[in-house]
């Protein structure tokens, strides 16, 4: 059973910092390209950014480029979004994905696979 599990949500003020982790789980991890997408309150859930099976390629939307980096381990089987710079339309409940690694990286929901339960990241002004 794939099992992929978001930590390190939080309420924060502008400017600041914060680290969100997903553990993976019951999947070969290295066999996986993995993204972050967000939703806030009353939106459809967007693209944030995604990172390819062996690390070596990422990509972001345009409202977070500069701002956050996404990372992986795949010894620990972990995908890290370290957000910096925040503003309060960052506030939104952040998913962690996995979809099998095609040749390139994918921006839209349904292509991929698994989800996680997500976790609220809250930017106060």
């Known amino acids: ?6 930590s390190g949500g939080g309420l924060v003020q502008a400017g600041g910092s914060l680290r969100l982790s997903c553990a993976a789980s019951g999947l070969t991890f290295e066999s996986y390209d993995m ?19 062996s690390g070596g390629t990422t990509h972001y939307a345009d409202s977070v480029k500069g701002r956050f980096t996404i990372s992986r381990d795949n010894a620990k089987n972990t995908v890290n979004l370290q957000k910096n710079s925040q503003k309060p339309e960052d506030t939104a409940v952040y998913y ?5 690694r095609r040749s390139r990286l994918r921006i839209r929901e349904y292509e991929y ?11 106060s002004s």
């Open 35 to 53: 993204a972050w997408f967000r939703q806030a309150p009353g939106n459809e859930r967007t693209f944030v950014a995604a990172i390819t099976w």
């Open 96 to 100: 962690c994905a996995a979809g099998l």
């Open 1 to 6: 059973q794939v099992q992929l599990v978001e």
């Open 113 to 123: 696979d698994y989800w996680g339960q997500g976790t609220q990241v809250t930017v």
